[in-house]
Nanobody, 125 residues
């Protein structure tokens, strides 16, 4: 069974940075699945934060994180990253990595193929 394991969450002050990592248990997944980051704040729906194409590495950041968050992947390490800079309290959420056979524009939370367990990110004012 393919697994995704996130790491790197924590508590940071507003304006600070964190880097999340998501490691997959299978290289097959990295070769054939699109990878994305989602987040879910208390009382809110899970939203897509950023996505990276398998074929050419094109990235699709949400408007709320453009210019602050950078998604990347290292296929040799079966690992995806999310560099988060200039964090604000509104970024506080549980962050999940996801893998899906669909291309980035077609990935929606309710239909994701594989989820990680999530990692908490808390940004204090």
């Amino acid at each position: 069974q393919v697994q995704l394991v996130e790491s790197g969450g924590g508590l940071v002050q507003a304006g600070g940075s964190l880097k999340l990592a998501c490691q997959a248990s299978s290289s097959f997944l990295f070769e054939h699945y699109t990878l994305a980051w989602f987040r879910q704040a208390p009382g809110k729906e899970r939203e897509k934060v950023s996505c990276i194409s398998t074929s050419d590495g094109t990235t699709y950041p949400a408007d709320s994180v453009k210019g602050r968050f950078t998604i990347s992947r290292d296929n040799a390490k079966n690992t995806m990253y999310l560099q988060m800079d200039n964090l604000t309290p509104e970024d506080t959420a549980i962050y999940y990595c996801a893998a899906d056979i669909r291309p980035c524009p077609g990935i929606v939370a309710k239909a994701v193929d594989v989820w990680g367990q999530g990692t908490q990110v808390t940004v204090s004012a």
